[in-house]
């Protein structure tokens, strides 16, 4: 995927259109997301309290599963909804400046983008859970965003030279 992500997408949307198949594309890349959470949740809430925790441990417990629900919930509930509206208005951006992508190649794109990225915010949340914020952080997490953009700019690209191609 890594070495001709055109190839990839090329194949991808060749397929039949398959609204299902795009939805477990987006599952899959949230639920990598989430499992990136994990260590920087668990970070966050260990560093919130850690002399309570040592006295304690089912405290720990209690303070962190809220944590992990509302990761939960804001990756695999709010994620997807925002991300569909995320590839709805790059397709309605590539019809202003009159590119022809269709609206199921435009969501392909982005949700396959996202995860073929997932093995960078996997680096990304261990990053964030072991070293914390910092230079590392941010280099890993612009690092992540340039591969969602190049995966993403390359599915578009592909999509727009098949219509191209059906048209001629």
Request: proline share 5%; aromatic share 10%.
């Amino acid at each position: 995927m890594y070495r001709r992500p055109a190839e990839v997408v090329r194949r991808k949307l060749s397929l039949d259109e398959s609204e299902p198949r795009a939805l477990a594309y987006l599952m899959a890349a949230c639920a990598f997301m989430f499992v990136a959470q994990l260590p920087s949740v668990s970070r966050r809430v260990s560093l919130s309290d850690p002399d309570r925790w040592a006295g304690d441990p089912g405290a720990y417990q209690q303070a962190l599963q809220p944590a992990l629900g509302g990761a939960l919930l804001a990756t695999m509930i709010f994620w997807p909804l925002i991300l569909y509206a995320l590839a709805a208005l790059g397709q309605v951006i590539l019809r202003v400046l009159r590119q022809r992508v269709s609206g199921y190649e435009m969501r392909i794109a982005l949700f396959w983008g996202l995860l073929s990225a997932a093995p960078i915010a996997l680096l990304a949340g261990l990053t964030a859970g072991f070293v914390g914020q910092g230079i590392e952080l941010t280099v890993v997490g612009v690092l992540w965003l340039l591969a969602v953009m190049w995966f993403v700019a390359t599915g578009v690209r592909v999509a727009r030279r098949q219509r191209i191609e059906e048209t001629v």
